[in-house]
């Protein structure tokens, strides 16, 4: 059974920090691309960090330079470091699990945890 669990979301002051985690289980982790999407009320989800199996990440504009994602293989958990947080970063944070097949016989594997609100104000 595939879990995907977050944690440490909460309420902080705009320039501050905090980082996220999500525990995994069911999957071979190591294999997985790990995600870190956002939705904020009204609006569009959206990615805001990638992290592959062999460590490279990416970042949308958005976050770039703020955002850090990491992963632990050992623990089977991804994190993401948040800081200087602005308002506009509040949103429910989602973690990702993603495994692309790249087969027209086996479809893709895609997990989603239950998410953590993030809540940046004074």
């Known amino acids: 059974q595939v879990q995907l669990v977050e944690s440490g979301g909460g309420l902080v002051q705009p320039g501050g920090s905090l980082r996220l985690s999500c525990a995994a289980s069911?999957?071979?982790?190591?294999?997985?691309?790990m995600n870190w999407y956002r939705q904020a009320p009204g609006k569009q989800r959206e990615l805001v960090a990638s992290?592959?199996?062999?460590?490279?990440?990416n970042y949308p504009e958005s976050v770039k330079g703020r955002f850090t994602i990491s992963r632990d293989n050992a623990k089977t958990t991804v994190y993401l470091q948040m800081d200087s947080l602005k308002p506009e970063d509040t949103a429910v944070y989602y973690c990702?699990?993603?495994?692309?097949?790249?087969?027209?016989?086996?479809?893709?594997?895609?997990?989603w945890g239950q998410g953590t609100q993030v809540t940046v104000s004074s």
């Open positions: 990702n699990a993603n495994f692309r097949h790249f087969s027209e016989f086996v479809s893709d594997s895609d997990y």
């Open positions: 992290i592959t199996r062999g460590g490279s990440t």
């Open positions: 069911g999957i071979s982790f190591s294999v997985y691309t």
